[in-house]
């Protein structure tokens, strides 16, 4: 009923850019929260980024400065621009949407499947 379908993943030298697609779609009432988060072998899922449907805006200590998160007027799409990349930053990346599918539901996290960002020389 609701998908979360990311895209721009790929490799790129370190000091490189990427920009980070996620759309969401179905049944959405409304959104009040998107972010990313990602995941390195071995390790345990992060946050990343996020953005209210306010505006507002939080981001992890390790990116901060380099990635910038930001969403589309109607707020089903999400991005996060990742500049001056670092091999650290190699993980799979994952769209997370805070969303209510209908009137008088409760808000549900949804996730989708995560697209990967290698940075290698």
């Known amino acids: 009923q609701v998908q979360l379908v990311e895209s721009g993943g790929g490799l790129v030298q370190p000091g490189g850019s990427l920009r980070l697609s996620c759309a969401a779609s179905?049944?959405?009432?409304?959104?009040?929260?998107m972010g990313w988060y990602r995941q390195a072998p071995g390790n345990q899922r992060q946050l990343v980024a996020k953005i209210t449907s306010g505006g507002p805006t939080n981001y992890a200590d390790s990116v901060k400065g380099r990635f910038t998160i930001s969403r589309d007027a109607g707020q089903n799409t999400v991005y996060l621009h990742l500049n001056s990349l670092k091999p650290e930053d190699t993980a799979v990346y994952y769209c997370?949407?805070?969303?209510?599918?209908?009137?008088?539901?409760?808000?549900?996290?949804?996730w989708g499947q995560g697209t990967q960002v290698t940075v290698s020389s």
């Open positions: 179905g049944r959405i009432f409304n959104i009040n929260v």
């Open positions: 997370n949407a805070v969303i209510r599918t209908e009137p008088g539901s409760w808000p549900t996290d949804y």
